[in-house]
């Protein structure tokens, strides 16, 4: 047995579970080896996954390095763009294990973009020489950039989710139809135009929902959950932590939830129905399409950013994979934007399904998460302007097309 045969066994083991269990113990059954064993080759558990973390970036760089040679060349900065935005794509199509390490271990570790890219750099891949070029071709600023890849991580993670890859390696069709997909929405998003965007008074539509987070009322309990969960995540959150922070006993929590299961269960279903009224009533405010979705989308934040505890708690569902128990039979709290007509996406066998439009409210749902949980220069969880909706809402409907330095005007 090998360091890189452990490596790779951590990824495919600690992988499977969405690392809710990275024990050395665990990773030795599914190896058939001893414990001690391992720490032959490993003092302890982070030195392995240091070595997980050195092994994807020697693999990452390795996979995209001849792209982005060929983009950096490319006469086309926009060719060169989504040259570079294809690789990616296809590496975290071919290797699910390594995208769920890297959806979770290093966003949730919080590694500084500049360490990764310097650690890209030695490698071979230049991240700076490739912000050049989209500087070249769009106006665009770190917002923009992370927008862009939160929503390949997003596609990439339903990829692998409808398509079972765990069990079910992907067909090289199916890798060719998510190569172009997500990068056609990148490029253009929900299809919205130029002019239809430019148009919105996103100043005056803001001013309709100024008042309207103060007629949302809190459940105690719920926020008692909900700070659990944002302190010590959904795994290690416990009922004990609950019962000190609502104040009850924890045998009177057992009237109120059936087990922990049942506690995130509630805590979460509840906020997504909340979010799903806030959204609505936002939305009610304008019958334009275009003006309903940002009402939808700024509502949402509007709710989020004034629940730190409770974004905290949801952004769990952005990186991980939880067991809430088996769901009702009528779920409702995903169709956001059901009765707003918002474009639709590239690919899709049936755009306008109700499918699709689960799907874009997922995504929605996901972009914003990630954007309000981006903390700047010791800002507050969820302290970002308008004018970061703004952009978000330009690159949902128009994607980097919105961006484009003929065209841009936010």
Known sequence: MTKTEIVQAAFKTWGRAFYQNTSLSQLAKELGVSKPALYRHFRCKQALTDAMTEQFF??????????????????????????????????????????????????????????????????????????????????????????????????????????????????????????????????GGLGYSNEKIDALNYEELENRLAETVQNVEDDPLLKAVAGAVAEAGPWEASMDMVARRSGLSKSSLYGHFKNKQDMLRQLFMTEFRRILVFARQGIGLSPAPGEQLYLGVFSIAVYLRSRPEILVAIDWIRTRKLDLGRPEKKQDFFRLFEDVEIGALPGRENPGSEEEKQEVSHWILFLLVNILMKRNDGQAMGAVQNSDIRTLY????????????????I
């Open 58 to 187: 020697d693999d990452f760089a390795g996979f995209i390095r001849p792209e982005y040679e060929r983009a950096v060349k490319s006469g086309s900065r926009e060719e060169g763009i989504f040259i570079m935005v294809q690789s990616v794509i296809e590496y975290y199509a071919r290797n699910v294990y390594t995208f769920i390490f890297s959806l979770i271990n290093m966003y949730e570790r919080e590694q500084e973009e500049h360490n990764a890219a310097e650690r890209l750099k030695e490698r071979g891949v230049d991240m700076a020489v490739f912000h050049q070029i989209v500087k070249g071709e769009y106006a665009v600023e770190p917002l923009t950039m992370q927008m862009v890849f939160t929503t390949l991580t997003f596609f990439m993670a339903n990829f692998h989710k409808t398509g079972k890859t765990f069990d079910n390696p992907s067909s090289e069709e199916a890798i060719g139809k998510i190569i172009v997909t997500v990068s056609e929405i990148i490029a």
């Open 394 to 409: 330009r690159f949902l409907t128009m994607g980097l097309k919105g961006f484009k330095l003929e065209t841009v005007s």
